[in-house]
Nanobody
């Protein structure tokens, strides 16, 4: 069974940076799109960004454009979320999600979800 394992969360001051990782564990899938979502306390889960199977296409939510970057290392079946110039409003649990529907773009359906990693940005 495939599992997604996020890491890299933590506490950072506003203006700082963090890099989250999402790695496959157990059964692995080589062709996939990966998304990042986040959920702040009392709010619904929201889309952060997505990268396609090749890494050549990405889409970001407006609040993170120009600050967050998604990349991938296909040989390691790992996807990263580089977060720069963090703001207190970026505080949330961040989740990665995997889609096997590599022909879909933008991806709208997700097959697997990670357990989430907490990111806290202090002012």
């Amino acid at each position: 069974q495939l599992q997604l394992v996020e890491s890299g969360g933590g506490l950072v001051q506003a203006g700082g940076s963090l890099r989250l990782s999402c790695a496959q564990s157990g059964r692995t899938i080589n062709l996939y799109g990966m998304g990042w979502f986040r959920q702040a306390p009392g709010k619904e889960r929201e889309f952060v960004g997505v990268i396609n199977w090749s890494g050549r296409s990405t889409v970001y939510a407006d609040p993170v454009k120009g600050r967050f970057t998604i990349s991938r290392e296909n040989g390691k079946n790992t996807v990263y979320l580089q977060m720069n110039r963090l703001k207190p409003e970026d505080t949330a649990v961040y989740y990665c999600s995997l889609s096997t529907r590599v022909g879909d773009w933008p991806i709208r359906r997700w097959d697997y979800w990670g357990q989430g990693t907490q990111v806290t940005v202090s002012s």
